[in-house]
């Protein structure tokens, strides 16, 4: 029988250990890189914008060294890992001064996405300070939005690639495992949102969510090349009751258990959080289970 090696979904064959193999022999001088990106390549394997999936190609020929199945050349220099090594965002000197007053008298308001923009650093900050869970470097695809009306920032959002597995938001859409691993790029997951603390303006959350929906989208495949038609997002029940997302029409789809994905005592050991799922468009099942 054929052996088989799994790496983060991907498993190789012997053919594929016997070509990995041979492009290695074949290119003596390269580089670990250098050769996790001909390998991306020869394969054809690349994220759905296009750019190879070098990282995750690193470490499954990483893990076939590790295994006796390759034999990798010598690191020739060890890469500043930015997650290990990532400093605390600056603080932002922003006015405080209080802002209460009526949604109608800051409209319109002016959403800017600032993902890959000189912004972002502010964004960053903000999030960092402001925010109850602060700020970490989102994984994969994402986006970065602040909000201004007339001029003063008054909050933030964030939009990054969605969970892989939720049962209550699998469930809602009806799609099977293979379809959503093929699909689940086109689900975008809130994962903050920050109204500063000293802006106090009635129905201004529920008013954000409402026009961000409108353009996320098309922000989306500005920079990754492909749209997204469905939103969800976490609200810890412990703290907060999801008020703006039910004003924004969001659709609660249901409850975690609190346990986490890597938790084997099948024991509550966080705080449960209520879920909450927004289509983009009218056809969006037919879109999250089309099969090319």
Not at 52 to 77: E, H, N, S, T
Not at 137 to 143: K, Q
Not at 193 to 212: D, E, M, Q, R, Y
Not at 258 to 268: A, D, P, Y
Request: net charge positive; with cysteine; aromatic share 10%.
């Amino acid at each position: 029988m054929e052996t088989k090696i799994k790496y983060q979904g991907r498993v190789a064959t012997q053919n594929d250990i016997v070509f990995i193999n041979d492009l290695i022999k074949k290119n003596p001088q390269d580089s670990r890189r250098a050769l996790s990106k001909k390998l991306c390549k020869a394969w054809n394997w690349v994220q759905t914008n296009g750019v190879l999936c070098d990282m995750v190609c690193r470490g499954f020929m990483l893990a076939l060294d590790r295994a006796g199945y390759i034999k990798l050349p010598a690191r020739k220099r060890i890469p500043n890992n930015p997650f290990l090594n990532r400093k605390k965002p600056a603080k932002i000197d922003i006015d405080k001064t209080l802002i209460e007053t009526n949604l109608k008298l800051i409209q319109p308001l002016n959403i800017q996405q600032v993902r890959k923009t000189t912004k972002e650093k502010i964004y960053n900050g903000l999030i960092s300070e402001y925010h109850y869970l602060g700020y970490t470097h989102p994984v994969g695809e994402h986006l970065k939005y602040i909000i201004y009306a007339k001029e003063k920032i008054v909050g933030c959002l964030a939009f990054s690639s969605a969970p892989k597995y939720l049962n209550c938001r699998d469930n809602f859409i009806g799609w099977s495992s293979e379809i959503r691993k093929k699909n689940i790029h086109l689900i975008a997951y809130n994962t903050r949102f920050l109204i500063l603390p000293w802006v106090k303006i009635k129905n201004l959350a529920s008013h954000i969510l409402g026009l961000t929906a409108r353009n996320i989208s098309k922000d989306w495949e500005a920079i990754y090349k492909h749209p997204v038609c469905f939103l969800e997002t976490f609200i810890d029940t412990e703290k907060f009751k999801g008020t703006c997302y039910k004003a924004a029409n969001w659709t609660y789809l249901g409850k975690t258990t609190g346990r986490g994905k890597n938790n084997k005592s099948h024991k509550q050991n966080r705080s449960i959080k209520a879920m909450w799922g927004y289509p983009l468009c009218k056809n969006f099942r037919e879109i999250l289970l089309y099969v090319k």
